[in-house]
């Protein structure tokens, strides 16, 4: 539900929408925008697109948080009011651009994201994933202790899908690790590999010899289902795989059947296909499944670098001057 009533005829409407933490109106001077426009924030998230569509039709701007509401062109073409879109990062898949530019709607974005903000999370994924911590601490808060055994990654192979610069520092929290670090993606060169430390492999090696698999690829036709049912069973039984990057780079039907098999030891999976979850979703109950609800970029430190354009990008375009478009 809305936090402040919709704004007045006389003045332009802002829809800010996801604010799942309830944080957008303190890490933003709105006001500033007053009495030009007028603000309202959105806590939960709305997926069937005719509740939506009603929702929006009101708003002149709307705001988006990444990717979690997509703006496609049918959406677009329901929302005879919008002249503006304001995202979260200077990249979202989640827009129809070709749509919003036929409709003379402007996008503008933000800089300055946290870029060690996924690897950090990363990181703390393929720990807790090989550590059991989610199964233990659930055991410590049911009543009980001890019931499993983690694996040490010390003396482990670290495969990396994409070595771009998110990959690259995963890979140099690895060798940090005493992790050996392999790597593929489909432009990747061994010289390439080499300057990160990283020994460069073919595709099939990598989830072959993998004892975690960490992905960080750019979601794209050319690896939406990259990783199959085919690449799932190359994987070692013993190996865990994680996904910080985007959920269709993943073949889900594939990924569920391989653990619910135990095909391989488990997964930690911070994106997913549909977001957030559906209730019953496999992912959320099944026991070798570490899920966490896309919070690889949810920092303060994001946050407050976000917010703070999004409020100048919207003035700019009341001034008749937009910036940061994409």
């Not at 651009?97 to 036929?102: I, M, N, S």
């Not at 990363?122 to 009980?144: D, F, K, M, Y």
Request: with cysteine; aromatic share 6%; charged share 20%.
């Amino acid at each position: 539900m809305p936090s402040a009533s919709a704004a007045t005829s006389s003045t332009v409407r802002i829809a800010i929408l996801d604010d799942y933490q309830h944080v957008a109106h303190s890490l933003g001077d709105w006001a500033s925008l007053q009495p030009q426009a007028e603000c309202v924030f959105f806590h939960d998230h709305v997926a069937d697109i005719d509740a939506l569509a009603a929702r929006l039709a009101p708003f002149d701007i709307v705001v988006l948080m990444r990717e979690r509401t997509a703006l496609d062109a049918d959406l677009i073409a329901r929302l005879p009011q919008l002249k503006l879109i304001a995202t979260v990062g200077m990249w979202n898949a989640a827009i129809d651009l070709a749509a919003a530019k036929a409709r003379g709607i402007v996008v503008s974005g933000t800089t300055g994201g946290d870029p060690a903000a996924t690897p950090a999370l990363t990181w703390g994924l393929i720990l807790a994933i090989t550590r059991n911590l989610h199964i233990e601490a659930n055991s410590v808060r049911a009543g009980g202790w001890q019931i499993g055994l983690g694996m040490d990654v010390s003396g482990k192979t670290l495969g990396v899908l994409g070595l771009g610069k998110i990959g690259q520092a995963v890979a140099r929290f690895g060798t940090v690790f005493g992790m050996r670090i392999i790597a593929w993606s489909q432009n990747l060169t061994a010289e390439k590999a080499a300057e990160f430390g990283v020994e460069r492999v073919e595709k099939d090696e990598l989830f072959k010899q993998a004892d975690v698999l960490t992905i960080h690829l750019k979601l794209s036709d050319r690896t939406r289902d990259l990783v199959g049912a085919r690449e799932l069973d190359l994987m070692k039984p013993t190996a865990y795989l994680v996904n910080t990057s985007r959920g269709p780079i993943v073949s889900q039907a594939a990924m569920i059947e391989a653990l619910k098999a135990q095909r391989i030891a488990g997964a930690a999976l911070d994106v997913f296909d549909e977001e957030p979850l559906a209730p019953g979703h496999p992912f959320r109950y099944l026991p070798n499944v570490l899920a966490t609800p896309h919070i690889g970029y949810v920092t303060e430190k994001t946050y407050r670098a976000a917010y703070p354009q999004i409020v100048d990008a919207i003035r700019a375009w009341l001034n008749g001057a937009p910036i940061q478009e994409l």
